[in-house]
C-alpha cells in the first residue's frame, strides 16, 4: 500500500502547490495592471438630412402659367393666414411671435431655424421676418396702421438662387475609376487636413493640367468639407459616399477656397 | 544529477502551463487592442473567449481609420511563451480592396518562438494564391513573398506590377514601418 504520510510525495506536492500559486498569483498581479475593457468603434452617425436636389426652374417651366399661379396663389394663402405680432432679435438669432388670423389670440414663439405652418424661419428684420418653404423666400411684415395696432402685409417675394450648374459626369468614367484607383491619385493629389486631432476634411493638394480633374471645378488648395450634405469628418464618412457612388444620380460637394465656402454639383449620368 | 534535471524540467513545464492557464488571456487581448488604436486599427464586435490554453475571438471586423477593412470569422491566440501562434480563419477584406486584391483569404498564420524571436513568421494563403512573409521586431520591416494565383495572374495584373518579380516566378513585397 502507497504511504500517502511518504515525505518525498509530500515534498513534491508541496512543490506544485506553491508553483501553482505563484503562477495565481502573477496572473493576478498581470489582471491587476491590464485594462478590464476592449476598444469598440463608436461611429458618430450623421443626422444632417440626405443632399436632394429639386430643379424647380424646370418644374416651373414644364408646367403652364396657370398652374404656376395658383401653387403661388396656395401657398401665399397659407402665409396670409399667418400675424405677426412681435419680433425680438438679430439677423441670426431671436425669435418672433406669430398667430394664425383665424385664432388670433393663439400665440407661437417661433425661433430662427424652427418651422411654423411648414414655413421656417431664417431671418429677423426689424420690421419683418423672412421664412422659407420650398427653395422660396416670404418676407411677413410688421405693419403699424394709423390707429396703432399692427397688421402684417404679405410679401411673397421668390428670390431667385444662385444655383451652381451641374457638371457631367457619365457612370463609366466614376466606374473606371473606382476599378483604376491608381489612375485617380495619378491625376489629382488629396490629403486630410485636421483641426487639431478631428478630421476637418481633404485638401485638393494637385490636380494634374488637362486630366478630367481640372475639368471637374476643383482648384488647387481647396478643403472638401462635405459631400451629398455629409460632413467629411471621418473616413467612415467618405466610405458612406465612395461605397454609394455608383448608386448616385447627384453628387454634391461643398468646399472651401479662400476661406469662403463653394458649392459643386455633379450630376451622374 | 540527470533525475535532478528532469524534476527542474518537469516543474518548469508545470508552472509555465499553469501562467498560461491562469493568464488573463482576454485583458491581455484589451490590452493589445489598446496598443493598436493609436494605428487607427480598432477590432470591433468580436466575441472573446478564454479557451484555457488558447484565446479564441470570432466575428472580428478590422476598422482602419474608421473604415471597415476586413471581417475575420476566427482567430486562435495561442501563447505558449515558447511557441505563439495568431492563426485566423475566413478572412474578408473590405469591397474597397477589390481593385488592388481579391477580398476572400482562407487561412493567416502569425509564428513566434523563441528559436528566432526577432522575427515573425507570416503563412497566408486565399484567392490571391499563397504568400511567405517575415516581420523583423528591431527593423520594423515587412518582406512578403507571393507565389500569384490565376485570378490574381488574370484579374490583378496592375497589382503585381507594382511588386517585384523574381527569377522563380514570385513577387516580392518590401515595407517598412
Redesign the interface.
Known amino acids: 500500500m502507497l504511504k500517502i504520510s511518504s515525505s518525498s510525495l509530500i515534498s513534491i506536492a508541496n512543490?506544485?502547490l506553491i508553483?501553482?500559486l505563484?503562477?495565481?498569483g502573477?496572473?493576478l498581479v498581470?489582471?491587476w495592471y491590464?485594462?478590464?475593457?476592449?476598444?469598440?468603434?463608436n461611429?458618430q452617425k450623421n443626422y444632417q438630412p440626405l443632399y436632394q436636389r429639386v430643379d424647380f426652374k424646370n418644374m416651373l417651366i414644364n408646367q403652364d402659367k396657370t398652374s404656376q399661379q395658383s401653387t403661388i396663389k396656395i401657398q401665399d394663402t397659407s402665409m396670409s393666414n399667418m400675424i405677426l405680432k412681435g419680433l425680438y432679435g438679430t439677423k441670426t438669432k431671436g425669435f418672433i411671435i406669430i398667430a394664425m388670423k383665424s385664432n388670433s389670440k393663439k400665440t407661437s414663439i417661433i425661433g430662427i431655424g424652427e418651422l411654423y405652418q411648414g414655413f421656417k424661419l431664417i431671418k429677423i428684420k426689424p420690421k419683418s421676418a423672412v421664412f422659407i418653404k420650398d427653395s422660396k423666400k416670404y418676407i411677413l411684415e410688421l405693419k403699424k396702421i394709423k390707429k396703432g395696432s399692427i397688421i402684417t402685409k404679405i410679401k411673397p417675394k421668390v428670390l431667385k438662387e444662385k444655383l451652381t450648374k451641374p457638371i457631367l459626369i457619365s457612370k463609366t468614367e466614376i466606374a473606371n475609376y473606382?476599378?483604376?484607383?491608381?489612375q485617380m491619385w495619378k491625376e489629382i493629389s488629396i490629403s486630410e487636413v485636421k483641426n487639431g486631432k478631428k478630421l476637418k476634411g481633404f485638401k485638393v493638394n494637385s490636380i494634374v493640367k488637362n486630366s478630367r480633374f481640372a475639368t471637374l471645378g476643383l482648384k488647387k488648395g481647396d478643403i472638401i468639407i462635405k459631400a451629398n450634405n455629409i460632413a467629411l469628418k471621418?473616413?467612415?464618412d467618405v466610405?458612406s459616399i465612395?461605397?454609394n457612388i455608383s448608386k448616385l444620380k447627384i453628387l454634391q460637394i461643398v468646399l472651401l477656397r479662400e476661406n469662403k465656402e463653394k458649392e459643386l454639383i455633379y450630376e451622374i449620368d | 544529477m540527470v533525475k535532478k534535471i528532469l524534476i527542474f524540467f518537469i516543474?518548469l513545464i508545470?508552472?509555465i502551463t499553469?501562467?498560461i492557464?491562469?493568464?488573463?488571456k482576454v485583458?491581455?487581448?484589451?490590452?493589445l487592442?489598446?496598443k493598436?488604436?493609436p494605428s487607427s486599427v480598432?477590432?470591433?464586435?468580436e466575441e472573446?473567449e478564454d479557451k484555457g490554453l488558447n484565446l479564441e475571438i470570432q466575428n472580428a471586423?478590422v476598422?482602419f481609420?474608421?473604415?471597415?477593412s476586413a471581417e475575420i470569422s476566427k482567430i486562435n491566440l495561442s501563447i505558449f511563451l515558447i511557441f505563439n501562434k495568431l492563426n485566423a480563419k475566413n478572412i474578408t477584406l473590405s469591397?474597397?480592396t477589390k481593385?488592388?486584391i481579391p477580398t476572400k483569404i482562407d487561412n493567416i498564420d502569425v509564428v513566434m518562438s523563441v528559436l528566432n524571436p526577432l522575427n515573425a513568421h507570416i503563412y497566408a494563403t486565399g484567392e490571391f494564391g499563397k504568400a511567405y512573409g517575415v516581420y523583423n521586431i528591431i527593423d520594423k520591416s515587412l518582406k512578403v513573398k507571393l507565389t500569384p494565383s490565376n485570378i490574381m495572374k488574370t484579374k490583378y495584373k496592375?497589382t503585381l506590377m507594382g511588386l517585384k518579380k523574381s527569377e522563380n516566378g514570385e513577387y516580392e513585397y518590401v515595407k517598412n514601418f
Do not use: Q, R, W
Open positions: 512543490k506544485l508553483i501553482f505563484i503562477a495565481k502573477l496572473s498581470a489582471l491590464l485594462p478590464n475593457d476592449g476598444v469598440e468603434l461611429l473606382v476599378a483604376n484607383p491608381t471621418s473616413y467612415n466610405m465612395y461605397n | 516543474y508545470f508552472f499553469s501562467i492557464y491562469f493568464m488573463p485583458n491581455l487581448y484589451y490590452f487592442e489598446h493598436l488604436k480598432i477590432i470591433s464586435m472573446v471586423k476598422f481609420k474608421s473604415i471597415e469591397s474597397i481593385s488592388f496592375k
